[in-house]
């Protein structure tokens, strides 16, 4: 069955230091992936999706992840993190169950940011 | 555009009562999505629609819930009647189908309504 595992549930880390948000995932054919961010009491945002085109995907607010099918992992990354970065990451994959599509979440990684 | 609205932002009800949520999709999208988010069981699919039609209600938890579309610019989901268990955040979603189909195409989240079931 499809699913992904976020590895951490917490992260923390000072300002200006890298960021590493962990993914794996479990998937029997070629996958789309998505991180999702939600800062507190707000919907989900779209981070960045990976759909096979580039293995190296950029996203906003200088996010990135790079998907590696040998690791089936799908890592989250940020060289310098920011006070606004913050919040709750989700790593989703796309599956296909039932003759549709849908998307699967992981349990989450909350980030924080010290100064 | 204004995004995906969801009303009302919070809820709070005495268990037995009916409770319905509701949600106005992006104008022009043609899937519209349920989600529950508990601490325990996260972010949950419960049901989701393309072109106002019900395709997949397997997350449905049980008959006390039920969801409608009425149109593409409106939807509700409904709970009767609801359960301390129940509390959650309930989020709507809306996507376009560029191509690809959900494999590909982002969602776009409401704000959520924050239910709770005294």
């Known amino acids: 069955a499809q699913s992904v595992t976020q590895l951490d549930s917490h992260v923390s880390v000072s300002e200006g230091t890298p960021v590493l948000l962990r993914c794996n995932y479990s998937?029997?054919?070629?996958?789309?992936l998505f991180w999702y961010v939600q800062h507190p009491n707000k919907g989900l945002q779209l981070l960045l999706k990976?759909?096979?085109?580039?293995?190296l995907v950029k996203g906003i607010n200088g996010f990135e992840a790079e998907f590696k099918k040998s690791e089936t992992s799908f890592h989250l990354t940020k060289p310098s993190a920011h006070m606004s970065d913050a919040a709750e990451y989700f790593c989703?994959?796309?599956?296909?169950?039932?003759?549709?599509?849908?998307?699967?979440f992981g349990a989450g990684t909350r980030l924080a940011v010290h100064p | 555009d204004a995004g995906v609205i969801q009303s009302p932002r919070h809820e709070v009800t005495e268990m037995g009562q009916e409770v319905t949520l509701r949600c106005k999709p992006i104008?022009?999208?043609?899937?519209l999505f349920w989600y529950r988010q508990t601490m325990m069981r996260g972010l949950e699919l419960l049901i989701y629609f393309n072109n106002n039609v019900p395709i997949d209600d397997s997350g449905m938890p049980e008959d006390r819930f039920s969801a409608k579309m009425p149109n593409a610019s409106f939807s509700t989901l409904k709970i009767q009647p609801s359960e301390p268990r129940d509390s959650a955040v309930y989020f709507c979603?809306?996507?376009?189908?560029?191509?690809?189909?959900?494999?590909?195409?982002?969602?776009?989240f409401g704000p959520g309504t924050r239910l709770t079931v005294l």
């Open positions: 104008s022009g999208h043609d899937y």
């Open positions: 990976y759909t096979s085109a580039a293995t």
């Open positions: 998937s029997s054919y070629s996958p789309s």
């Open positions: 979603a809306s996507s376009l189908d560029r191509a690809g189909g959900l494999k590909y195409n982002e969602q776009f």
């Open positions: 989703v994959v796309s599956v296909f169950s039932g003759g549709y599509n849908k998307l699967i």
